[in-house]
């Protein structure tokens, strides 16, 4: 038996003083008697623990020059690909891609040929479109792997696009595959990779810090579409756009500035989807200096064939909500969500202009 899961119209825990946790999106088979916290570690909640922090773009190991090995190279030794570690591109690789970037949203064909195996594979349509309006481009910060069967690395980017009609900045988390000449030059693939090929790629894209770079790039990404509630956004961040409510979101965040503060806590899903995410942020009201601390749940599901992340709108078997409400029940998620109520009290003590905006958002709340 499934039951639909919606975008309703709620609020974080931290908006709601005295409730412990509300899981978002909200099960409509979620029981509403409170429960003693337990760890996840029946069969349906395995006991994992949770990725927490990213990557700094500092201070990282000097890079060394890749093996070119195939995952069957070496019996019983795991390619470097498929591991946990993320070096700093060696330097013409990183100038390589950053100019590529750069390239990329200046529209600049010309200068984008130069830097490719194959200038015939770009799509100029396609790269206008996606550069119409970038003003600026921030935050760049570049993580490699060693490469496999011919490519020498593959760098991943993370940073955030401007756009010239004032609306809130766009996080992208994007993929290179960089070969090297016999001249010692390089050059970003962009011959068409085999199946085999996309395969290894995406099981490398899988593992547990780029996974949180490509998940945390997503739900910042989202919040900002919510605030400008901007639908083409909006429907590149979920997996069924029949769920979304741009009602809900101008009403929503009406009131919001920004948020920021984002921190990450993800364990593996079940079933329907591939990760759970408990997110804890802090969202800046306009004409008030205290930003609200807030808390909120996300499902994740995997695209098959990119591995790439969206938000998990749909439906969920029973078996899916009992392995979601024994995480939220444990002793990990109830701590944050108490230490996010507990910073929300704070501020509202501290500043009475975000205590009398929260009281006017609950009263003005439709019961349930």
Known sequence: MKFKRCMTAIYSSALVLGLTFLLYPQSRTASTKEADPVEPTSALAPSVTPVLTLPAATGTPEPTEPADLTPSAAPGKVHPLFTDHLDRPVSGAADLVTTYIESYYKNDIETLSTLVTDASML??????????????????????????????????ATYSLYYDNTQPSVPQFSEYYVILKHDGTFLINTLPLS???????????TTDTLMEMAISSLIRRYYNACLAVDEPRLKQCVTDIDYLNLDYFSTRFAYTEYFSDYKFVIYPGINEFDYIVYVTYKEKIVLIDTPAPCMECYYISLDPASASPRIYLGVTSLDTDAYCAAITQSEAIQTLAKETNQAMTEALLADDDLKDFYNRLLASSPTK
């Open 123 to 156: 799509n100029p349509a396609l790269i206008a479109s996606n550069s119409s309006g970038v003003t600026k481009i921030t935050d760049l910060k570049l993580y490699a792997k060693p490469g496999i069967n011919g490519i020498f690395s593959v760098i991943y």
């Open 195 to 205: 199946s085999e090929m996309k395969t290894i790629m995406a099981q490398a894209r």
